[in-house]
């Protein structure tokens, strides 16, 4: 399994981000897909998630009304629109998958390597 995350970068506060997730060597329909983010010296935490079907989404409180996690499963993906960007969105951002729909709980099965996006100030 593979976890791919790109279009990390840096961007003015403000600014905007669409971070994509591509998944190979798993039935992705199956799976429900978080995104995650570490911020240096702080530990990782949740960010959003998306079920399988679509039916069910759920945002940490300090992303709601910016980001926007969505997917495709029709071409393996899970994309997270970043919009209102804010300097204390800066880190790493991860793309997990799992069989069961996990809030906040980062004990996901499969992990991508994560993509960096930096919002100054």
């Known amino acids: 399994v593979q976890l791919q995350a790109s279009g990390g970068g840096l961007v003015q506060a403000g600014g905007s981000l669409k971070l994509s997730c591509a998944a190979t060597?798993?039935?992705?329909?199956?799976?429900?897909m978080g995104w995650f983010r570490q911020a240096p010296g702080k530990e990782r935490e949740f960010v959003a998630v998306?079920?399988?079907?679509?039916?069910?989404?759920v945002y940490t409180d300090a992303v709601k009304g910016r980001f926007t996690i969505s997917r495709d499963n029709a071409k393996n993906t899970v994309d997270l629109q970043m919009n209102s960007l804010k300097p204390e969105d800066t880190a790493v951002y991860y793309c997990?998958?799992?069989?069961?729909?996990?809030?906040?709980?980062?004990?996901?099965?499969?992990w991508g390597l994560g993509t960096q996006v930096t919002v100054s100030s």
């Open positions: 997990a998958a799992d069989l069961s729909f996990r809030v906040q709980s980062d004990e996901y099965a499969y």
């Open positions: 060597g798993l039935t992705f329909r199956r799976y429900n």
């Open positions: 998306i079920s399988w079907s679509v039916g069910r989404i």
